[in-house]
């Protein structure tokens, strides 16, 4: 794009819609598993998110990268799936797969009965043992609960979290943001599905967008908060640093968490 046309552009978008300032030395944060090689990169939406407190971007953090639903009944025989191998593991089921005689519907049909056990696996003494590992859920054999699974593949007891990351981003120049927030957040119109929007903005030469948006709170449920997120060229304007997180319930507020204690309050609220 031409400058003309850039200029001409950015007149269209701020006659229509409202721009605001994120002063130089705001502070951001982001929450997430991924351990970022080099700078923050921009997501599918091309853009990079950020929210107004460490409390609020810690909820960002998965608990785990994958989850399995089952119960002591699914852990009795044989599995191909790793998932319910590593279950089994755990509480003392280890078959020897390479005698395993698998059917056409993958099924094992054919097995010697795992070590330290005369017999198949008895399904209560099976959720007896996943009770001492802390899965209270399981009250009888045919009870299920969720078993986490952390990106190196192994099985999470309950209470664990993933080891992930906050990145803590501080802005080193003023930055223009379409303020598209109306004050009052929106379950049933996302405000970050506006795509075409934030396209042009991007073409205006805004360095970002500021939104209302949501986290999940395994405790709270839907979580009301502010969201920047910044095009790829603005994010050569921040310096970031990166600390190890976990996902922490919301409990903190503005004041900071324990992985990010000396956070100011909300840059949203300093936005001129």
């Known amino acids: ?4 046309s850039r200029k001409i552009a950015q007149r269209v ?13 705001s502070v951001l944060f982001h929450g997430t598993l991924e351990k970022f090689g080099g700078p923050l990169r921009p ?5 990079a998110w950020f929210a107004d407190t460490p409390a609020v971007a810690q909820l960002y953090i998965p608990r785990s990268g994958l ?8 852990l009795v025989r044989p599995s191909r799936d790793t998932d319910i191998q590593m279950i089994q593991k755990a509480v ?8 395993v005689e698998w059917g056409s519907n993958g099924r094992a049909e054919s097995y010697y009965f795992p070590a330290g056990w005369d017999g198949l696996p008895d399904p209560n003494e099976i959720a007896k043992r996943l009770n001492a590992l802390g899965y209270k859920d399981i009250k009888s054999p045919f009870d299920y609960t969720e078993f986490r699974i952390a990106d190196d593949d ?18 080193m120049r003023d930055m223009k943001l379409w303020n598209k927030a109306t004050g009052e957040s929106d379950l049933l119109d ?28 395994e405790e709270r449920g839907n979580l009301g ?11 050569r304007n921040i310096r970031t640093k990166r600390v190890p997180a976990q996902y922490r319930e919301f409990e903190h507020g503005q004041h900071g968490t324990p992985e990010w204690p000396n956070a100011k309050p909300p840059w949203v609220h300093r936005l001129i």
């Open 190 to 217: 996302l405000q970050y599905n506006d795509i075409r929007g934030f396209r042009d903005a991007e073409k205006a030469g805004l360095d970002g967008v500021l939104i209302d948006d949501f986290a999940q709170s």
């Open 13 to 25: 978008f701020l006659a229509s819609r409202a721009v605001v300032t994120l002063p130089k030395g």
């Open 92 to 99: 003392g089921i280890v078959y020897d797969l390479t005698e």
């Open 43 to 47: 997501g599918g939406d091309e853009l």
């Open 67 to 74: 989850s399995i639903y089952t119960g002591p009944r699914n």
């Open 225 to 235: 908060h502010s969201s920047v997120g910044l095009f790829k060229n603005a994010l």
């Open 1 to 4: 794009m031409s400058d003309l």
């Open 154 to 171: 192994t099985l999470m007891l309950p209470g664990e979290a993933a080891q992930g990351f906050l990145y803590i981003a501080t802005t």
